[in-house]
């Protein structure tokens, strides 16, 4: 038996169309990158935990100081901490992508018969999967400390859509950030920074209308506030304007410029 | 009778912005046999097996392996070929199982022949107890084994092997020796590369010597030893006689010198003959000699004498740039 095993040119690959191997490998991949979420649960609390936290913060210690007209400070607090969920989650993109080609699991994957660039792939269409585990969680959460949605079956439903489609987005633009750094640490930090004014500097936690004109003028137009109001508009009914088609606007842009971006930029990386 | 030839490459050049790596490297590696590519470090050897693997694209050179071109069909070279790098390459998280099953359907294996064959090289490589745990908890050498499991998976006829023991305890770099013979034996082409003389010397039919971005030597272990003459003497100068002088006075012929312990080696090209002419023309200077020992060469010597410094680094190298 043991020379049969080692016997060269002892065994023939499948014979598929490439459509298919597109399919397959992207396929094999994302089974890999999910693997990696249940085998490092850690990571997913931490991704669950953190907003939690900012939830009763917002909730108990600073929201009674914070005046949102008719809505209640609670209702109009989820809509941003579920945005703001999904933009920290999707940058473990950027790690996944990051730890990939600092080790040497990269050239494996560049020295086989796929498509190699179906690796971000995974890590992107995983990060999905975590994003939508940890915004039930969230929602769970949110109707213990008072939230009362009035969002019907199909304003769920587009809520979920637009919460996936921004994850999208913003996933691609951290394996790009993946990509570009020199170290895992880096990515951290780099992708911390990256998130932190676009979160904060938001109607996630307070209105925009208090804030400084300048910073206003950023925080009404950028596309973080926008999902956030459409989402917001969606679950409890505050009015929605033009805030829907602007953030899927956004996200569709921001996918159509990074997809091919980050797939130019893996091959570069890859063949340097 | 005509040679066939499962790796050519000829006149590989590489370089990293102004500096030049690969000079034009010519090898060819004949089907069913190993090639060790032995040199220092920063010789080019992974470079070169990075260009030869489709990882790096090369500037100038052409390569076929097994009949694909490398340039114009790269995914076909792909097929054809496993490769185990300087470090393991597998997924952390995941367990050897896993690993081994996905890296088959990645080679495009079927569901089937994937998890058949993982089961039998998580056999052949003794790590079945551990098939289940994930590589995190693995050591060092199951990890290699692991590794080269990998670029196994779909019986590759063409394996590269950059540096498989470097770093490995003796005992696993002798496990790795046994399973790279049985490759060969069942068939497979070894290109492997070595900072190691022995290793080169115990695996390899053929051997490209490489410096510097070039192929300095290449040839049988034997062909090369040749270079340095059957017999290696190694003589030590008296504390009374001038080292240095000892030193001019077998100028040119001098393999090896270490002033600490007042070493000469010297290539054996003339039998006894020559032996007797180097000792008269240090009688002839004066010098004494304490201790005369006479070796079978070692890669060591041809190394060193091709190149003019060690193969590895060590206090005599260091002493000789001073």
Redesign the interface.
Known sequence: MAEQTLQAGSIQPEKHSAAYWVFSDSWVLIKRSLTHIIKSLDQLLSVVLQPIMFMLLFRYVFGGAIDTGPTSYVNFLVAGILVQTAAFGATTTALGVANDMQRGIIDRFRSLPMLSSAVLTGHVVSDLVRNTISTIIMILVALAVGFSPNADPLEWLMVFGILLLFTFAISWLSAILGLLAKSVEAVQWFSFIAIFPLTFASSAFVPAETMHPVLRGFAENQPVTHTIEAIRALLVGTPIGNHGWIAIAWALGIIAITIPLATWLFRRHTTR | MPKNYAIVAKGLKKSYKKLEVLKGIDLRVEQGTILALLGPNGAGKTTTV?IL?????ADDGQVTIHGYDLHKEP??V??V?G?T???????E??TGR?NLE??G??????QA?AKR?SE??L??FDLIDAAGR?VKTYSGGMRRRLDLA?S?I????IIFLDEPTTGLDPRSRIAMWEIIK??V?????ILLTTQYLDEADLLADKIAVIDGGKVIAEGTADELKQHVGNERLELTIAKGSNFQKAQKVVDGEALQVDSKRRLLSIAMTGGVKHLQEILNKLQAAGIEVDGLSLHKPTLDDVFLQLTGHQATKDDVAEEDKK
Do not use: F, H, N
């Open positions: 990075k693997s489709t990882l790096l694209a995914d076909g792909r097929s070929i490769l790098g300087q470090y393991a390459a597998v997924d998280y995941l896993e996905m890296m359907r990645l080679y495009r294996l079927s022949d064959r039998e090289l056999q052949q994930s990998i196994l779909a019986a590759p006829p049985q490759l034996g069942a068939g497979a082409t």
